[in-house]
Structures are given as C-alpha cells and as structure tokens.
C-alpha cells in the first residue's frame, strides 16, 4: 500500500534540513538488515518514486511518469519546454547498501527546482529533473538499463539478463514494472535526444581523493569505461589435499590465482607508466557443498571487472586476460568458462561544461578541482549518445556501495549549490576570458604558453599563481582545450597554495617546471591532430598523473 507523504512544507529556505530529512525517510522507508535495499524494478522503487512525486507535487512542481516508469520533474512553466537541461541520477540501490548513491543527485536536482520555485525565479534555460531506475549491475548483470532504455541502447542480450534472486529475465521485471517493452525491444529511444541541451548528475564520489584532499566537491573530468566477467568458472580435478603430487594436480583455485596475479602485475605496470586502471575480483568461492581443508576443489568461481577511462587500455587488458587463459588452461591442464562480457565504454565530460560548473564552482566559493570518476555512472549513456555531459561529486567517506557511506549534508549542500549557480547561469563566462577569446582558434604549442609564463615569471610560486589564472582563463576562451587548460590550471594552483610562503629549493621549483612542461607538451601534442580518440587519452593520462603525483607528494609530507 502506497504510503503518504509525512514531511510538512516549511516556509524556511534551509534547504539542508529539508534534505537531511528526505535522506531519513527514504533511509527508514527502504531499510534493510543493514543499510537500505532498493532493488531495479522492484516494488520498493517504484514506492520510493512515488514518494518523491508527493514531495515534488506538495512544493508546487510537476511530476510524471515517463514511457521508462522513471520520474520526471520541472517547473510548472517548464513542463513542455523543447529544450532543456536534463539533471539526473538513479533510485536503485545495491543490496544492503549506502543510502547516498544515487540519491544524492536526484534530490540535488530536485532541491535546486524546490529553490526557485521557492524564490520565485526562473531559469535562463527549462530544466527537468529526472530520476531513474536501474542503474546497479547487482540485480541482473548489465548497469545503467534506465538510461539506456531510455536513448534506445538496452540490447537484447541485457534483457535477457536473469535476476539474481529469482531468476525471472529483466525485460519480464521492467514489463512487471508497468513499462511498454516494445520500443525498448526495438531499439527505439523513449525520450528526444535532441531536446537535451545538456545532462549533469550529481554524485557521491566512490573512492578517497576528495577526503584525502579535503575538498568538499569537485568537478568530474571523466568516467571509466569496465569489462566485466559476472560469474568466470575454472574447471579442474578434485583430489585428497596430501595425496596428489604437483606434477598430478590440475587446481582450478591454483589457476585463478595465477590468473589474477599476471593482470595484477600487468597493473602495476600500466600505472607506473601513467596509465589509467583499476582491476577487482570482487566474488570468489568454491562450492559450499563439497570444499574442505583437505580437499582440492574441482571448480572456483570468480568476477572480474577492470576498468579505465582509456579505451586502448581496456582493449589490451581484454586480450591479456584471453591470451593467459589460454595459457594457464594449457599449462595447468584446467579449463576456464569465462561465460558472457559486459561492456561499457569510457565517456569524457564535455570541455565546456567542465569550465562553466568550474565557474560556479568559484561563484559559490569553493576552488575547483578536476577528478576522473571511477564508478560508472548514467552519465557515461548520456555521454555515448553525444549529449553533453557534466558531473559533481560529493565528499563521501568510508566508499560505497555498502552501509557505511558517509556523506555529510554540508558537502551535499556546497554541491547543490555549485550545480544550482550552473543553472542560474548556464552560458556565464568571466570578463577576463572574453578578451582572451582573440586567442582561442591559435594553432600551435598553446599549452606550452601556459608554461612559458611561468619562466618569464622566475620560476616561482608566484609564476604558478599567475600560470593557473592564465590557464583558467584560457579554457574559457578556448572550449576545444578548455578541459586540457583546466587540468593545467589546477596542477599550478595547487602547487602555489601547497608551498605559498615557503622557502624552497631551486631545484624542487625545477622538478615541477619540468613536470608541468611534461604535460603540456602531452597536451598540444594530441590537440595537434583531429582524433578525438587520441585526446581523450591523453586527458586521460595527465588527469591520472596529476593526482598520482599529489598523492605522492601528500605521503611525503
């Protein structure tokens, strides 16, 4: 039975208490043993949407299904606007998980409507707020189904997908959900792609760089793009553990082992190279029924899920895994059934959004700061069909997925505040940049200018200083290079406030120069071409590099 609403409208603009209360209810509504459990597709969703529709409805805004059983929000005057801005996140939750991810973003957006509905303005462009079902893997397999149903990428192979807890396939669990599947069968997108003028979500970051850098939120440069191996079996010869000699074992647990080992090397070494890569098995066992302590199994299961904002990265990690199967299968006389991969694609953040949410970034008093995402998000869909795409994250302590996710209302009221500016001036570009913009179709070493001014100043932190705010300035002159321009620019501004009224070596001045050129001359040389490919690469590189050499020089500090 659907439950009414029990939170009373306030005539007070606080709106962190208000969703410091929303967070509590929907936390008591969809509790679980621990944490909260807001499976896709399920009735616990769809309850958790309809709570927000009274709340959004009790604040005076409009609130409908859309052809995907997600919610979508607006301003009264906005509801048939052509075009608009879309903000967006997810409802699902992991099995006994956080109660932020996701969430978060959707009542971001959904605060930032109850705002201006509240002083009575109006945005230079429509928004709409859209908040989406399925975007966890846990429950079937495939991530991101709302979205992709939603721009007619959901493939009949995700569909197929079974539940894990009971068996029925995802496309019988969305019709359950009140969804006309026949569009979605035929690849047909729900929605126009070409109204969206641009998609932003807010999230929770998923891993430690905004608490070891204590920044309460910060711009995202890029998502990770995964393959994933859900369930990989390795089939060998059970035996008596103190009777088989080695040359006589085929030890599936042994293989696995060697398996995960070889693309644990092949990791580091990626990383100490620059590259960008994360590698987890995050579920392995043995069959309950039958293992022992003196028993070699005759079987193991595990997943593999690797990910990287590089595609070329992705692509030679996948036949890495497929050429040392092959190999361990021959050595160890065992055999492997990977069962079916799942792909996602690595998705770059547009250049543009990134300078412009960089600017209310300042606007509301918070420093800018780039960081790459590792989880994936809706976004990287959004990203994939070409609508331009932005990303906030929000401080979150102790990771995700799990019941202990840490987010304080403070960090998420700076990022609601942040993404609220952007829509209050969506096109804002600082005076300084609009002379600069002489400059923005120059070809050539434009990023080793930013290194230049930092020779002709000596070398010091005042020259870091004075490159950031060039740097800055240049990427809103140049939107082409504007993410390039931002990294620069943050990688000046940090070293400058870090050892602002120190007394430093020459030669610690030195190494930074020396890296900072590093990077710039990375830079023009991937914008010296048309590939598109190749630059996001390159981004890719310099964003990791940036923030392994901070943390590096964090540890020895």
Same mark, same amino acid.
């Given at each position: 039975m659907r439950k009414a609403i029990i939170l009373e409208r306030s005539a007070s603009l606080d709106l962190g208490d208000l969703a410091a209360r929303l967070f509590r209810e929907i936390a008591t509504r969809t509790a679980d043993i621990e944490g909260v459990s807001r499976p896709a597709f399920s009735e616990v969703e769809t309850e958790t949407l309809e709570f @927000?529709?009274?709340f959004a409805r009790s604040e005076g805004l409009v609130a409908t299904w859309d052809a995907g059983r997600n919610v979508v929000f607006s301003l009264p005057e906005d509801k048939h606007a052509d075009r608009y801005i879309l $903000? !967006? =996140?997810h409802v699902d939750s992991v099995p006994r998980g956080g109660n932020f991810d996701g @969430? &978060?973003?959707? @009542?971001a957006g959904l605060l930032s409507l109850v705002r201006a509905r509240r002083e009575g303005i109006r945005f230079p462009e429509p928004v709409k707020v859209i908040a989406m079902r399925g975007e966890e893997s846990a429950w079937f397999g495939p991530c991101y189904i709302g979205s992709k149903a939603l721009l007619g990428v959901l493939t009949e192979t995700e569909r197929a997908a079974r539940h894990k807890k009971d068996g029925a396939t995802l496309d019988a669990h969305m019709e359950a959900a009140g969804i006309d599947m026949a569009d979605i069968r035929t690849g047909r997108p729900l929605l126009d792609r070409n109204a969206i003028t641009a998609y932003l979500e807010v999230h929770i970051e998923q891993g430690p760089v905004l608490v070891e850098r204590n920044l309460p939120a910060a711009i995202v440069s890029g998502i990770r !793009?995964?393959?994933?191996?859900?369930?990989i079996a390795c089939?060998?010869? &059970?035996?008596? =553990? !103190? &009777?088989v000699p080695l040359a006589y074992r085929h030890d599936p647990v042994l293989a696995m082992a060697e398996l995960l080992n070889v693309l644990d090397a092949a990791w580091h070494d990626f990383v100490a190279k620059g590259g960008d890569l994360v590698v987890t098995s995050g579920m392995v066992s043995t069959d309950q029924q039958k293992h022992a302590l003196s028993r070699i199994p005759d079987s193991v299961e595990f997943s593999l899920d690797i990910r990287s904002q590089d595609r070329q990265m992705l692509e030679s990690m996948h036949a890495l895994v497929l050429s040392h199967v092959a190999r361990i299968e021959r050595e160890r006389s065992v055999r492997f059934d990977l069962g079916p991969a799942l792909f996602t694609s690595p998705a770059l953040c547009d250049a543009r959004l990134i300078a412009r949410l960089a600017l209310a970034a300042e606007a $509301? !008093?918070?420093e800018p700061a780039l960081v790459p995402s590792g989880g994936g998000h809706d976004a990287a869909v959004f990203s994939e069909a070409g609508i331009p795409t932005g990303m906030i994250f929000i401080r979150n302590r102790h990771g995700s997925h799990n019941p202990q996710e840490a987010m304080e209302i403070d960090d998420f009221e700076t990022a609601t505040s942040i993404l609220h500016q952007f829509l209050s001036n969506p096109n804002q570009v600082p005076k300084q940049a609009k002379a600069a913009g002489q400059t923005a179709k120059e070809t050539g070493p434009m990023f080793t200018k930013i290194t230049d001014i930092i020779r002709e100043k000596g070398n010091a932190v005042r020259a870091y200083h004075a490159a950031a705010a060039a740097a800055r300035d240049a990427a809103f002159a140049d939107p082409d290079r504007a993410a390039g321009y931002f990294m @620069? =620019? $943050?990688a000046a501004r940090e070293f400058a406030d870090l050892h602002y009224g120190e007394a430093l070596h020459a030669h610690v001045f030195d190494r930074e120069l020396e890296r900072f050129q590093k990077y710039a001359t990375m830079l023009d040389e991937a914008f010296s071409h048309d590939d598109a490919e190749q630059r996001l690469k390159t981004i890719s590189t310099v964003a990791h590099c940036l923030l392994s050499d901070r943390s590096r020089t964090d540890e020895v500090q």
């Open positions: @927000l529709i009274d $903000v !967006g =996140s @969430l &978060a973003g959707v @009542l !793009g995964n393959f994933r191996y859900k369930k089939f060998g010869e &059970a035996g008596h =553990s !103190g &009777a $509301v !008093g918070v @620069l =620019s $943050v």
